[in-house]
């Protein structure tokens, strides 16, 4: 079974089996919105913004933020074991988290960055998702162009 904690808005986490979530059901009404029904209760949900690399999604839910940070499975395992994620080594380089196209890009070769500056947008599932620095440094190479379809696991950009 597929297990993963969700924390909704800093409060205390849930646990929740994949298999618990058989009786939503989610009808598609455009890019980021659904029409979600659980248990005889209608919501109208709204993805707002996905952050993947923080794993944190920000919902709108009948008029209502939400942000929910989510531990999968291998950050509970790293939990279990008393060891942060913070602890293993953060790259540099910008890799692409998911297959997409490049529809921006925000840095040139040769400039600083910090932690958390936009380096590139890119478009997957329909949605603009801002990729950022993880940590200081400075672009070395970009090895992507505007329009280019990018696979998951690619090197983006190399930051020194």
Do not use: W
């Not at 949900?45 to 499975?73: A, M, P, Q, W, Y």
């Not at 008393?82 to 040769?110: A, C, F, H, W, Y």
């Amino acid at each position: 079974m597929s297990r993963f904690d969700i924390s909704v808005n800093g409060k205390p986490t849930q646990s929740v089996e994949r298999e618990e979530l058989h009786h939503l059901d989610i009808i598609r009404l455009g890019d980021s919105e659904y029409h979600t029904t659980d248990e005889n209760q209608s919501y109208h949900t709204k993805i707002l913004e996905i952050n993947l690399e923080e794993k944190i999604v920000i919902i709108d839910l009948d008029g209502k933020r939400f942000l929910c940070k989510i531990c999968d499975s291998l950050d509970l395992i790293l939990k279990s074991l008393n060891l942060n994620n913070k602890s293993k080594s953060i790259r540099k380089d910008l890799i692409s988290t998911m297959p997409g196209m490049v529809l921006e890009i925000l840095v040139e070769q040769g400039q600083n960055v910090e932690k958390g500056d936009p380096l590139m947008i890119l478009e997957a599932m329909k949605m603009e998702n801002i990729l950022k620095a993880g940590q200081d440094g400075s672009i070395n190479k970009i090895c992507c162009n505007i329009q280019d379809a990018v696979e998951k696991g690619q090197l983006l950009i190399e930051i020194v």
